[in-house]
């Protein structure tokens, strides 16, 4: 009983911290000028939490709970290479799709 009140205050502090840090501009509106260094440093936000997401998806296997399991052998590893190679390449998400998915599935017979 004492945990599950314990993980429903979690929840609405979670929810109240991510309400005003997401709507801290929205109420404060052109009051704030905000330096044109921290506009710039917030432009690769979204580039550092894809990567975030993805490095450890691609580098390591399912379930990896140290750097130390890193596997060349791995075809994640190497579906995730030829992908960013056939985006720099093409600059279309189609390609980078069909070249990282064949790559993974021929790594994947190949491997395994």
Not at 41 to 52: D, E, G, S, V, Y
Not at 74 to 83: H, R
Not at 86 to 104: D, E, R
Request: charged share 10%; proline share 4%; net charge neutral.
């Amino acid at each position: 009983m004492q945990s599950d009140i314990n993980i429903a205050l979690l929840l609405i502090g979670m929810a109240l911290v991510t309400t005003i840090s997401r709507s801290f501009f929205l109420i404060l509106g052109e009051r704030v000028k905000v330096s044109d260094w921290v506009l710039e440093a917030i432009r690769f936000a979204p580039l550092a939490a894809m990567i975030a997401i993805l490095a450890p998806e691609i580098f390591l296997p399912a379930g990896a709970s140290s750097v130390a399991e890193f596997n060349l052998s791995l075809p994640n590893i190497w579906g995730g290479i030829a992908a960013m190679i056939a985006f720099h390449f093409s600059k279309k998400m189609i390609p980078t799709l069909i070249v990282g998915m064949a790559v993974f599935t021929l790594a994947r017979f190949w491997f395994y």
